[in-house]
């Protein structure tokens, strides 16, 4: 086994700070309000915020499902969308700044850094290795956007009917409905860290994402991506100045 000398370690860490610090410098503060395993294992669907008591919304991104799992929400760059499903399972998406949501993330970004996705990179599992290995030394969390257009893509919009008992994820997403995208136009804002398990990620993921067309006509929770080659470009957020 190699041993590293005393000044070799030093280096060692010292790089490793760095290469810390660099990312933690690089990334807006992201705040977390309420928990996704309250809402799905405790059956906790009542909002913990409203949209409307955050007064500061310039450059403000955010998403999250809407009050008792009835729709899902996203606001981009100040501006708040909810999706909701209609009798005939079609989707509405809806501008509005009433909102509430039983647990959600938000930040301030006043800039992003822009980069072309690799060409590699064609799902969510490649991405979420991207990003894990783009912000190494930074656990999280952070804030990203995906521009482009997207060969496939499959979204979700919560349905639950009010008054439902939520006792497991089962029992959340029963009522869900599933919407598929192809070859369009799309804007996505996704969350990253590998400390919100169970809070903001699911137990199985570093990432939360929500997708939505450029025609605003469709928006909702992402479940799989396939990206077009060449097409995508990412953002990763800025501290603000």
């Known amino acids: 086994m190699k041993i590293l000398s005393k000044w070799g370690l030093i280096s060692f860490l010292y790089l490793g700070l760095i290469t810390f610090s660099t990312a933690q410098s690089l990334v807006s503060k992201v705040i977390i309000t309420g928990e996704m395993r309250n809402v799905m294992w405790k059956g906790q669907l009542k909002a913990t915020i409203s949209l409307d008591t955050i007064s500061d919304k310039s450059n403000l991104y955010r998403f999250g499902p809407l009050d008792s799992l009835s729709g899902e929400i996203i606001l981009l760059a100040g501006k708040s969308y909810q ?129 939505m067309t450029a025609d605003k006509k469709k928006m909702g929770h992402l479940e799989e991506l396939f990206f077009e080659k060449g097409k995508m470009k990412l953002f990763l957020g800025l501290k603000r100045d």
């Not at 990179?121 to 990003?131: G, N």
């Not at 969350?191 to 993921?205: A, L, M, N, R, V």
């Open 83 to 211: 999706s909701s499903v209609l009798p005939d399972s079609s989707m509405v998406v809806l501008e509005s700044d009433h909102l509430k949501a039983p647990f959600f993330a938000h930040s301030h970004i006043a800039n992003w850094t822009e980069e072309i996705l690799d060409e590699e990179i064609q799902s969510v599992f490649q991405l979420e290795s991207y990003l894990e290995s783009r912000m190494k030394g930074f656990s999280g969390p952070f804030m990203f956007k995906l521009t482009g257009i997207v060969r496939d893509a499959t979204i979700h919009v919560m349905n639950l009917r009010r008054g439902t008992k939520v006792n497991s994820p089962d029992d959340a997403h029963k009522e869900k409905v599933t919407y598929q995208i192809k070859n369009q136009q799309i804007e996505l804002l996704g969350f990253f860290s590998k400390e919100h398990k169970g809070i903001f990620t699911h137990h199985d993921s570093f990432l939360h994402m929500h997708l």
